[in-house]
């Protein structure tokens, strides 16, 4: 995996929290945005926590104008959030990358528009873009969501991929999706 000088992990201390340890191998420096800031420092000691709010914008600017610009932001947001999603997009550093984890509903062949609606956040912007979807497992002929390693791992080969696009276990058939 490449190395990144500054990243930042937003809503790393949950299902992300393995991969923001890892990222520590791979990175000069992890910070991890998430609202409670014991449960950022619970990751790991190395990690800079950011107690902050995205839906807040203006908590967020300041949060964001107070670090190092990051070459690597990776966020996992939950809503439509367009506003969190752009201001964190335009403090990459030129020429870095951001990566967004998206839920199953992005994968959804129904509506191709999702996909299209996240990746506006780079609209302009001299960055590159990841979008990571997570989808589901098949097994025994059942369905299941997945489980937060799977999730790490798959962000991770997502970004070690420097794919566009990257679906963490399958996506079909979208009708078996638990
Ligand atoms: N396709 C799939 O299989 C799939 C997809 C998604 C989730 N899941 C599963 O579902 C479980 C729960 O997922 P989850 O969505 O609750 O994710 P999570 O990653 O466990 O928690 C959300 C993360 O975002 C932060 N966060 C939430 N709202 C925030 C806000 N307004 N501002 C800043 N940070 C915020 C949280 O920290 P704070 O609360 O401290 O802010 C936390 O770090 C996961 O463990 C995963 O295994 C599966």
Known sequence: MKRFERVLIVGGSGMLAGFARTLCNHAVRVSVLARNEKRIRAVSDTIESIACDYNDGVALSE?????????????WIHGRAPHARRALAESVLAEGRFVQVLGS????PG?????????????????????????????????????????????LA?????????????????????
């Open 111 to 155: 509506h191709p528009e999702r996909l299209a609606e996240m990746a506006k956040a780079v609209e302009g912007l001299p960055i590159d873009y990841q979008a990571v979807v997570l989808g589901f497992v098949l097994e025994g002929g059942k369905s299941r969501w997945l489980n937060n390693t799977e999730i790490c791992d798959g962000v």
């Open 63 to 75: 949060a964001l104008s107070q670090i190092e610009t990051p070459d690597l932001i990776v966020a």
């Open 105 to 108: 509903a992005h994968g959804d």
């Open 158 to 178: 997502a970004i070690d991929s420097e794919r566009a696009l990257s679906i963490v276990g399958t996506l079909e058939p979208w009708s078996a999706k638990p």
